[in-house]
């Protein structure tokens, strides 16, 4: 009876143990998991993020969350250069001159260039919804005529770092770079250089001397491409490069 009892305890307490370890495992990667998307979230509330509103026809509609005014500016566009329907790329972005970081699909967000708007953005956007004290609205003819002393897409931080942007097509695709110095100029950037290079190159890239400001992570995130840290002789803190690769916007 005794070593009955004491086998029973011992595996009671084999059990407990067991539970426990599974129990830390299961803690373990949910908080791995928590802090990857923490990580890899692209609506930080900090900053503007431009939602699109597929629509049908012509018409346009964009939310554009303002964490900095508390605001939500409801867009509302009566023609689109080209009509925004379920799918939307850096193409389409610079063919409509709006700069999207998201479109709305069904009831759920994703984000405008890969698609890796995930569970974090989505509450985090969601909540901001509910939450803003004021919702602005506006109308726009078209997106594509825009320019920045009309432009609802002002991003203010863009406009507080002033940074200086260079863009070199070296794409041979005829006007690219004038189109994206568009989008960009909408968005509040100091586009301060557009030129065509000499030779192509490539790979699309963004070069400059460092990689930390909200401009560069920006940049990047809407081009879909790394930042090169290198010391240049640049005329402009960011030089931002087309190559071959690049598929936005040029000579239609």
């Not at 004021?134 to 002033?162: C, G, M, R, Y």
């Not at 690219?176 to 192509?200: D, F, I, K, P, S």
Request: with cysteine; aromatic share 8%; glycine share 6%.
């Amino acid at each position: 009876m005794r070593i009955h009892r004491e086998q029973s305890i011992s595996y009671t307490y084999w059990v407990l143990g067991f539970c426990a370890v599974v129990l830390l495992c299961f803690l373990f990667v949910g908080a791995r998991y928590v802090l990857h998307l923490a990580q890899t979230r692209i609506f930080d509330g900090e900053h503007a993020f431009t939602v699109a509103v597929p629509t049908s026809g012509d018409a346009g509609h964009y939310l554009i969350l303002d964490p900095q005014a508390d605001v939500v500016r409801d867009i509302s566009v009566k023609q689109n250069t080209y009509p925004i329907l379920s799918d939307l790329t850096l193409t389409h972005a610079i063919d409509i001159n709006t700069p999207i970081d998201a479109w709305q699909l069904a009831s759920s967000l994703k984000e405008a260039s890969n698609g890796k708007l995930n569970m974090l953005d989505e509450w985090y956007l969601m909540s901001f919804f509910r939450q803003a004290p004021q919702v602005q609205k506006a109308s726009v003819d078209d997106t594509s005529t825009v320019t920045v002393h009309q432009s609802p897409f002002l991003d203010a931080t863009f406009i507080s770092e002033n940074q200086s942007i260079q863009i070199m097509n070296a794409s041979n695709v005829q006007g690219a770079g004038n189109r994206l110095a568009q989008l960009l100029t909408v968005m509040g950037a100091n586009v301060v250089a557009v030129q065509t290079a000499v030779q192509t190159v490539p790979n699309t890239r963004i070069s400059t001397s460092e990689n930390t400001s909200y401009t560069v992570r920006k940049m990047s995130r809407l081009l879909g491409v790394p930042v090169q840290v290198s010391q240049t002789n640049a005329i402009a803190d960011i030089v931002i490069t087309l190559g071959l690769d690049w598929g936005g916007g040029g000579t239609q």
